[in-house]
């Protein structure tokens, strides 16, 4: 699947090192449960539920929901490609008790995107986002493309929830290896390792989902992100 098209806007080509450490940090089979419920059943099943910024694991693998989407009555998962590359089943927890979908797609490279597809109806998919602990949740009610100097802030599982602007569109990095991919956009707000998959919105605007950085946050640092409206038109979704 390709990108959305740059006609508005030339294609800038960076040369970025992207934090290895971040994208890393979608697999560690030790990963501890975020929102999970301990034990199977029905009950506790339906205690769960899966938001954007919340974690899903799949046999040695773990991935960061960017959003949930939807087509008709069907509910999806927005995460990162290379996340979700080699995985099939999905769960809700890191003892791998409470499955929740399957893979839908996967695109990377060239694109970083993937969708999975909720298939346990005893688990509830809000659309919102996690802002992480003691900071309440974001509805987000829809979706656009970024624009530079709008005002963005995003949820990495290891740095937060932190704000910043859009520096720039369009972007085409070059994640080292000969693997490249296209039409992402960058921001001023610094990640950390682990922090790959997160949600970044405007508002309750859904804008994209955290795939890469350069620098840190303590010494300063800018976060790439796979544009969320490149998902919903590959997959035919949209956002609620």
Not at 187 to 197: H, L, Q, R, V, W
Request: net charge neutral; charged share 10%.
């Amino acid at each position: 699947m390709s990108p959305l098209p740059s006609e508005t806007h030339p294609r800038i080509i960076v040369r970025a090192v992207v934090a290895l450490a971040l994208l890393l940090g979608w697999s560690a089979a030790s990963a501890p449960a975020s929102q999970a419920a301990e034990g199977e059943g029905t009950e506790r099943q339906a205690a769960v539920a899966v938001r954007g910024g919340d974690t899903l694991y799949s046999s040695g693998i773990r991935c960061t929901v960017g959003f949930n989407a939807r087509s008709g009555s069907v509910l999806y998962a927005l995460v990162a490609g290379r996340c979700a590359q080699g995985a099939h089943t999905w769960y809700a927890d890191a003892a791998l008790t409470v499955p929740v979908g399957i893979t839908a797609g996967v695109s990377f490279p060239g694109d970083d995107y993937a969708s999975i597809r909720y298939t346990n109806t005893a688990v509830a998919y809000p659309g919102e986002v996690s802002l992480g602990p003691g900071h309440g949740v974001r509805d987000i009610t829809g979706a656009a493309k970024p624009v530079v100097g709008q005002s963005i802030c995003h949820v990495g599982r290891t740095s937060g929830h932190r704000c910043g602007t859009v520096q720039a569109v369009n972007l085409t990095v070059n994640y080292g290896g000969g693997v490249v991919v296209h039409g992402l956009f960058r921001s001023t707000i610094c990640s950390e390792p682990g922090d790959a998959g997160g949600p970044a919105f405007s508002g309750s605007t859904a804008l994209g989902i955290i795939v890469g950085s350069g620098g840190n946050c303590s010494s300063g640092g800018h976060t790439y992100y796979q544009p969320v409206t490149d998902w919903l038109a590959a997959y035919g979704l949209s956002v609620y």
